[in-house]
């Protein structure tokens, strides 16, 4: 479990619902086209980072520790704005994104799995 003592504003952190580590999922998009980029994870500390430094900063839960996004891959998230869900447990960046957000090193980590769907066009969703 990660720490609860961090510098995050009390008034931000009284709104999280963490799960039971902690943690609250943070999905990241870019700002410019709307497309998500990828999901992450963040406590208390890695909210706080992300919120006074500029750049997406998560916890890794395989690894029990924080990192910075582009910190080593140089493919670098600049925080343009970060919102807060209605329920307080999902955090979204809006990011502007250098090079590939994915460790695979697609744009996305949602480019290449597409799963098959039935897709209902709207005003159709009684017509089957």
Not at 60 to 84: D, I, T
């Amino acid at each position: 479990m990660t720490s609860s003592s961090s510098d995050l504003d009390p008034t931000i952190a009284e709104r999280l619902k963490r799960n039971d580590a902690g943690l609250v999922p943070a999905i990241v998009q870019e700002e410019s086209t709307g497309e998500v980029l990828m999901l992450a994870w963040m406590d208390d500390t890695a909210l706080h980072r992300t919120l006074t430094t500029g750049r997406s900063t998560f916890f890794s839960r395989s690894r029990n520790s924080y990192w910075v996004k582009g910190e080593q891959s140089g493919n670098a998230q600049w925080v343009r704005e970060v919102r807060l869900d209605c329920d307080g447990d999902t955090v979204l960046l809006k990011v502007h994104q250098e090079g590939p957000a994915c460790h695979t090193g697609t744009r996305s980590c949602f480019d290449d799995r597409r799963l098959p769907a039935v897709v209902i066009t709207p005003g159709a969703e009684g017509q089957r």
